[in-house]
């Protein structure tokens, strides 16, 4: 029987789940240990990632021979647009504020992911790249929500300084079903899971060395 696009998407988010002691800082900015000088250094981090993921899925929306998966691209891009100004808020928590977000230097391991989804946008199949972000979508969500809520609880950040962070972790249900309306088309045509598969698991290795790269001393 063949799988719908849902138990497809599910199947690879299981695949690509993290396991809980591979995230080395998230559990630190739980428990209020990570210093602000390292919340301020994903501030900054964070700024590179939106502009670049920007231009990256304003790309793959123009790559897409189909409107269901350029229209879940465009939506992608219009999301960073809303993140980059959320961000503000969270920047100037931590101390960063004009041109220091500008003359950041930035840590290799952090812009991997950006990078590697430039290279996505390049050479690609946006369709395999729908369910790779996608798939992702589930354990950066988590991330964030568990961010928020330490900002709150330990650093007494408000919610304007919270927002970015909440802005991702909020349900997505529009987005998902665009995502999935592109899956089920690959489906349908019989495509091989297999790129999505590489393109996830990359993505979720990525994101992990984001995360981690800023738990190391700089």
């Not at 428990?31 to 304003?58: M, N, Y």
């Not at 504020?97 to 812009?111: H, K, N, V």
């Not at 390049?122 to 589930?138: E, Q, T």
């Amino acid at each position: 029987m063949k799988r719908t696009a849902l138990e497809l998407l599910r199947n690879v988010e299981r695949q690509l789940e993290p396991k809980s002691d591979e995230n080395r800082l998230v559990p630190a900015i739980a428990a209020g240990k990570a210093p602000r000088s390292v919340l301020a250094a994903l501030a900054c981090e964070q700024h590179r990632i939106i502009t670049s993921d920007w231009r990256s899925f304003l790309f793959l929306a123009a790559r897409s021979p189909h409107p269901s998966a350029g229209g879940f691209f465009t939506t992608l891009a219009q999301g960073e647009v809303l993140a980059l100004d959320a961000l503000t808020g969270f920047a100037e928590a931590c101390g960063v504020t004009g041109r220091a977000l500008e003359d950041y230097a930035p840590r290799a391991g952090c812009q991997a992911y950006p990078a590697y989804l430039a290279w996505l946008a390049l050479n690609a199949d946006p369709s395999d790249v729908v369910l790779a972000v996608v798939a992702n979508f589930s354990a950066w969500g988590n991330y964030c929500r568990t961010v928020s809520t330490a900002l709150r609880e330990h650093y007494g950040f408000g919610d304007a300084d919270r927002a970015f962070f909440d802005f991702f972790a909020a349900p997505a249900p529009d987005l998902e079903r665009q995502a999935l309306q592109v899956i089920q088309s690959a489906i349908d045509a019989g495509r091989s899971t297999a790129p999505a598969l590489e393109y996830g698991r990359l993505l979720q290795r990525y994101e992990l060395m984001f995360w981690n790269t800023l738990a190391e001393p700089s």
